[in-house]
């Protein structure tokens, strides 16, 4: 089994990418439907532009917040960008608690040790952090998104609604608090060509979709055993509770 998640795990759906004819320009005035398919032949030019659900079709104009068409389609590719990045990070995660491992270090600051794998496997570790672990990892990952929301406050860079980078993060150098900044923090790209840089961002949008959908495909046999064809010969132990309650099912924010 652990031979066959390193496999997984060094796939890459970096192969689809097409060759750049030029390198993508470093911010993008706009998003306009134009843009998704070039985006998309770029991404894989074996599928091309799709859109079953006619969201962007030529005489579909979607206006989410009254912001206009072209914010709105810049909305969704900052969403996508974004649930790609926290779906490799929980991919990769998956596979590493489906082998038993975990943090070096206690739990707590009472020393209380990490949930082991057992029965439900890794969803289960999930029902087994403490309420307080659960609302720490919440509240974090809301700091993160406000943080990121609040583009052209006082950092002169554009919200990518306006005009900003797609998939941007803004910096945290004006907490001077000495946190890295998530995106490139070694400042290994930071003289890269915007060739290897256009190529990257379509790297990384390729592999988040791939990510998204194995994360999903472990949760969906776990929750029903062989509904993926593909993972049932892995043996991925059954769970049986809710992968979208992250307390219970009959939790509510004012109970």
Known sequence: MQKLLLALVAGSASAFVAPLAKPAPATAVAESKADLKELATSLNPVVGYWDPLGCFAEDTDLSYWSQGNEATIAWFRHAEIKHGRVAMFGFVGYLVHATGKTWPF????????????????????????????????????????????????????????????????????????????????????????????????????????????????FLAEAKVPGSVPALTKIGIPAYSGDVMAPFESNFHILS
């Open 106 to 217: 206690p739990m707590t600051l009472s020393g209380d040790p990490w949930p082991k794998l057992g029965e439900g496997g890794v969803p289960a570790l999930w029902d087994a952090l403490p309420e307080i672990s659960k609302w720490q990892i919440i509240l974090f990952v809301g700091a993160l998104e406000f943080w990121s929301e609040i583009q052209g406050v006082g950092d002169g860079e554009p919200h990518y609604m306006r005009g900003g980078k797609v998939g941007g993060m803004r910096s945290f150098k004006s907490l001077k608090l000495g946190i890295p900044d998530l995106y490139d923090p070694t400042g290994g790209l930071r003289n890269a060509s915007e060739e290897k840089k256009a190529r990257g961002r379509l790297v990384e949008i390729n592999n988040g979709r791939l990510a998204m959908i194995g994360l999903f495909g």
